[in-house]
């Protein structure tokens, strides 16, 4: 029989999973990748990134931490050459191609719009139907299209398409005298040349995520109060200190003295994955305490010719530099990746991307996301996707009809708008990951129940070596 062709889009995490556990299929995949190496986000980040959660949590089931990294929040260098090793080990680099960025998608084949079956069958590969997939070599300029059987988009969340707040006009950075900049922009600086380029500023940092922490401390290092780093933001979520005994926070984060006390349940900001894990707390809460970190919370804001005008109270923040730390836009990316305007929308036309078991829309055929949903950790998350996923290419299991897909779907998005709320928009399943994983497991014939003994499976917590094949 003809090897269906499969082209992988992306070679972050995901994209890498995406090609081994195709391999272990008997596939031979193509991974396209805009970058000139693997790794996605982890290939150049801020100075002071290190993993969130504990490394047993960030790993490969099959390929666990070397013994030779010892702390329990790797920094970015040492992620980076983990997930290169891996590409190593599993001879995936043969098959990527650097340097390709893909420019549009587009299906040739039925319409999907009054199928009841998912590809009209319910399988992976129907006897008609193909994507053609437009890649741009950005080194030679020339652009290329493939004809391949099935995509799989890992294209990440939370890279490549900044979201920038909107202004009115005169409003807006035009009437600022000082400089504007987006946090990928000061990321993609070389640290020495970021440190440089903050230092003697005064600076404006929109933003509370992890991105804003961590640049609005590197400012406040470089500077101290004489040029004070602001901290402009909206609301307060949770933070976590790093003194984890028996995995426990412990560390008691003096939030209420500085108003930082969230409106939300601490359940709720796990649920959306809007917790942050904040190193060295005392650190931080010094350099407030100092006044080289000010905290600026306000719901609207303007520029002025020199700074930021916060809407509320008429206060002035004079400033050299604003920096938005306002994130990414992982829909609008994974919308305009299809060249049709009809599976654009089936993407962004919902309050958040529901997709069934977080990887097929039941109306776009041929095609699998694998990384777009978050969990507390998107690497395990997304290798039981992708064992998932191939296991479905390789037809070890079929799809409901689409009238169940759907059904399916509707039933997680009421699970998921309990537990994130207002923030339910943010495809998170944080609280939900271990039941999430019982489906996968189910589906694929594996037993949910991977640890030995019930009290160990409902005591002990669950991590990614527990999925390891046996
Ligand atoms: C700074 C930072 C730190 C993080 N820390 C953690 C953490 O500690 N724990 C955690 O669980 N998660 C963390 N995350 C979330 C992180 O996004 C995931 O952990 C994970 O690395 C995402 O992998 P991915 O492969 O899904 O996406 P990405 O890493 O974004 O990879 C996507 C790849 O697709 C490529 N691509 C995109 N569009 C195209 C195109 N059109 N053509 C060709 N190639 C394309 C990109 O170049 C990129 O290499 C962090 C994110 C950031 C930004
Ligand atoms: N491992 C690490 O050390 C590390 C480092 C950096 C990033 N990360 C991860 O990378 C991902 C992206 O993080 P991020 O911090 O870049 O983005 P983010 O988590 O999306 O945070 C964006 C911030 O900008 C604010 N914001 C968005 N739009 C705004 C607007 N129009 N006006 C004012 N404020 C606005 C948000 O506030 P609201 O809450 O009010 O919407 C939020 O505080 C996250 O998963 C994060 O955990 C990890």
Same mark, same amino acid.
């Given at each position: 029989?003809?090897?269906?062709?499969?082209?992988?889009?992306?070679?972050?995490?995901?994209?890498?999973?995406?090609?081994?556990? +195709?391999?272990?299929?008997?596939?031979?995949?193509?991974? &396209?990748?805009?970058?000139?190496?693997?790794?996605?986000?982890?290939?150049?980040?801020?100075?002071?990134?290190?993993?969130?959660?504990?490394?047993?949590?960030?790993?490969?089931?099959?390929?666990?931490?070397?013994?030779?990294?010892?702390?329990?929040?790797?920094?970015?260098?040492?992620?980076?050459?983990?997930? $290169?090793?891996?590409?190593?080990?599993?001879?995936?680099?043969?098959?990527?191609?650097? =340097?390709?960025?893909?420019?549009?998608?587009?299906?040739?084949?039925?319409?999907?719009?009054?199928?009841?079956?998912?590809?009209?069958?319910?399988?992976? &590969?129907?006897?008609?139907?193909?994507?053609?997939?437009?890649?741009?070599?950005?080194?030679?300029?020339?652009?290329?299209?493939?004809?391949?059987?099935? @995509?799989?988009?890992?294209?990440?969340?939370?890279? *490549?398409?900044?979201?920038?707040?909107?202004?009115?006009?005169?409003?807006?950075?035009? @009437?600022?005298?000082?400089?504007?900049? #987006?946090?990928?922009?000061?990321?993609?600086?070389?640290?020495?040349?970021?440190?440089?380029?903050?230092?003697?500023?005064? @600076?404006?940092?929109?933003? &509370?995520?992890?991105?804003?922490?961590?640049?609005? $401390?590197?400012?406040?290092?470089?500077?101290?109060?004489? #040029?004070?780093?602001?901290?402009?933001? $909206?609301?307060?979520?949770?933070?976590?200190?790093?003194?984890?005994?028996?995995?426990?926070?412990?560390?008691?984060?003096?939030? /209420?003295?500085?108003?930082?006390?969230?409106?939300?349940?601490?359940?709720?900001?796990?649920?959306?994955?809007?917790?942050?894990?904040?190193?060295?707390?005392?650190?931080?809460?010094?350099?407030?305490?100092?006044?080289?970190?000010?905290?600026?919370?306000?719901?609207?804001?303007?520029?002025?010719?020199?700074?930021?005008?916060?809407?509320? *109270?008429?206060?002035?923040?004079?400033?050299?530099?604003?920096?938005?730390?306002?994130?990414?836009?992982?829909?609008?990316?994974?919308?305009?990746?299809?060249?049709?305007?009809?599976?654009?929308?089936?993407?962004?036309?919902?309050?958040?991307?529901?997709?069934?078991?977080?990887?097929? =829309?039941? =109306?776009?055929?041929?095609?699998?996301?694998?990384?777009?949903?978050?969990?507390?950790?998107?690497?395990?998350?997304?290798?039981?996707? +992708?064992?998932?996923?191939?296991?479905?290419?390789?037809?070890?299991?079929?799809?409901?009809?689409?009238?169940?897909?759907?059904?399916?779907?509707? $039933?997680?998005?009421?699970?998921?708008?309990? /537990?994130?709320?207002?923030?339910?928009?943010?495809?998170?399943?944080?609280?939900?990951?271990?039941?999430?994983?019982?489906?996968?497991?189910?589906?694929?014939?594996?037993?949910?129940?991977?640890?030995?003994?019930?009290?160990?499976?409902?005591?002990?917590?669950?991590?990614?070596?527990?999925?390891?094949?046996?």
């Amino acid at each position: 029989m003809e090897k269906k062709q499969i082209a992988i889009i992306g070679a972050g995490i995901s994209g890498l999973l995406a090609c081994k556990y +195709c391999l272990s299929k008997g596939f031979d995949p193509i991974v &396209f990748e805009f970058e000139s190496d693997v790794g996605g986000v982890w290939i150049k980040t801020i100075k002071t990134t290190r993993l969130q959660l504990p490394k047993v949590m960030y790993q490969f089931s099959d390929f666990p931490w070397p013994p030779s990294i010892t702390d329990v929040f790797p920094n970015q260098q040492q992620v980076l050459d983990y997930i $290169r090793s891996y590409a190593t080990h599993f001879n995936l680099m043969p098959h990527i191609k650097f =340097h390709s960025r893909v420019k549009g998608i587009t299906y040739d084949g039925p319409s999907s719009d009054t199928w009841s079956l998912w590809n009209g069958t319910g399988e992976a &590969f129907p006897p008609q139907g193909k994507w053609n997939v437009t890649v741009e070599n950005t080194q030679t300029a020339t652009t290329q299209v493939y004809t391949v059987d099935f @995509v799989i988009l890992s294209l990440g969340r939370f890279k *490549d398409v900044p979201k920038l707040p909107d202004f009115a006009v005169g409003k807006g950075p035009e @009437v600022f005298r000082g400089q504007r900049i #987006h946090s990928s922009e000061y990321s993609a600086m070389d640290h020495d040349k970021a440190a440089e380029f903050v230092k003697g500023k005064k @600076v404006v940092v929109v933003g &509370f995520g992890k991105t804003g922490l961590d640049i609005a $401390r590197e400012c406040a290092s470089a500077n101290g109060p004489e #040029h004070p780093c602001t901290i402009l933001y $909206r609301r307060d979520h949770w933070k976590l200190g790093d003194w984890f005994p028996w995995g426990i926070p412990l560390y008691s984060l003096p939030i /209420a003295k500085y108003d930082m006390v969230p409106q939300y349940s601490v359940l709720q900001d796990v649920s959306t994955g809007l917790i942050t894990y904040m190193p060295n707390p005392e650190n931080f809460f010094k350099a407030v305490e100092k006044g080289s970190i000010k905290l600026k919370k306000s719901q609207s804001c303007r520029f002025y010719d020199q700074g930021i005008l916060i809407e509320e *109270d008429n206060t002035q923040i004079e400033t050299d530099l604003v920096i938005f730390a306002t994130g990414f836009d992982g829909v609008g990316k994974l919308k305009s990746i299809f060249e049709s305007p009809t599976f654009g929308h089936f993407i962004a036309g919902t309050p958040r991307v529901s997709l069934y078991r977080e990887t097929i =829309h039941p =109306h776009i055929p041929q095609l699998a996301i694998i990384g777009y949903t978050e969990s507390s950790s998107s690497l395990y998350m997304s290798e039981m996707r +992708c064992r998932w996923l191939a296991a479905l290419l390789d037809g070890v299991f079929k799809l409901p009809n689409v009238k169940e897909m759907k059904k399916d779907i509707t $039933r997680w998005d009421e699970y998921i708008k309990q /537990a994130s709320g207002e923030f339910h928009h943010l495809s998170t399943i944080c609280s939900l990951e271990i039941w999430y994983n019982d489906q996968l497991c189910k589906d694929m014939g594996m037993n949910p129940m991977r640890k030995k003994g019930l009290l160990a499976n409902v005591f002990e917590p669950y991590g990614p070596l527990d999925y390891a094949e046996k």
